[in-house]
């Protein structure tokens, strides 16, 4: 249990040194630490908002799913699928963050925003699928749920973040990505935490079930919005 964390903090060290390789991409770049604020900024120009709603609700959405697949596969192995080995466990959810890293490597070439909508398309299924897989016990309901999962996160992810960036004035493009990167991690954190609230008022497959409605109309709206307020860069 102690090798993932080890394995973790190697790869952390080696993104820290490959952090220096990249090009700065600001026309004036501070040279002084004493210039340097450390205050957080975050905040979405108004003439952007209705084109930066899409690529938010995305964020929050395709989180959502990728937590709830994390936090969802395990129990559902062990609990529905007779499958207590922490390796298999570990497998599927490596296996979701494989497809998503491939995904993402070989649709480079698709377009930004098309990207974000295949993704929020590919959401609803993923869910349903996932959900289906715990409703019935099934293995290769749940491979699949992985599978559509991973290609539906590293879309909605990099188009959303893509859309994002080119609209965002220069001279507020740290603001504009923060905010995105907080819708990122209120995906991450408050549906699992309302579905664990929810799951000892009633039981867990009604909690998820409800998680699953619910993400699924707001990846809707966010699908909806994006079609109706393209982006303008």
């Known amino acids: 249990m102690r090798l993932p964390y080890v394995i973790y ?28 604020s450390l205050q957080p900024r975050f905040g979405v120009p108004q003439e952007i908002r209705l084109a930066f709603l899409s ?3 995305t964020a929050f959405v ?13 129990s559902l192995l062990n609990e529905s699928l007779q499958q207590r080995s922490p390796l298999v466990a570990g497998a599927v959810v490596f296996a979701l963050f494989v ?10 070439k698709l377009q ?5 909508l295949s993704g929020l398309g590919l959401l609803p299924p993923s869910l349903m699928l996932l959900v289906a897989a715990q409703l019935w016990r099934s293995m290769p309901l749940l491979l699949l749920a992985t599978l559509l999962g991973g290609i539906s996160a590293a879309l909605g992810y990099r188009g959303g973040l893509e859309v994002v960036n080119p609209i965002a004035p220069s001279d507020k493009r740290s603001e504009v990505v923060s905010s995105y990167l907080i819708a990122v991690y209120l995906g991450n954190s408050l549906p699992i935490i309302g579905i664990r609230l929810l799951s000892d008022l009633v039981n867990s497959i009604a909690a998820h079930l409800v998680f699953a409605v619910i993400i699924g109309l707001l990846a809707a709206v966010a699908f909806v919005t994006g079609m109706k307020y393209p982006p303008q860069q």
């Not at 395709?62 to 395990?74: G, H, K, V």
Request: aromatic share 6%; proline share 7%; charged share 10%.
């Open 9 to 36: 903090l190697l790869m952390l060290f080696g993104i820290g040194v490959a952090i220096f390789g990249p090009a700065e991409t600001v026309k004036s770049p501070m040279r002084r630490l004493a210039d340097l």
């Open 55 to 57: 690529p938010a609700v």
């Open 62 to 74: 395709t989180f959502a799913l990728i937590d709830f697949c994390a936090a969802l596969i395990p």
């Open 99 to 108: 497809i998503a890293t491939a995904t993402a490597a070989v649709t480079s």
């Open 112 to 116: 930004s925003r098309s990207a974000m």
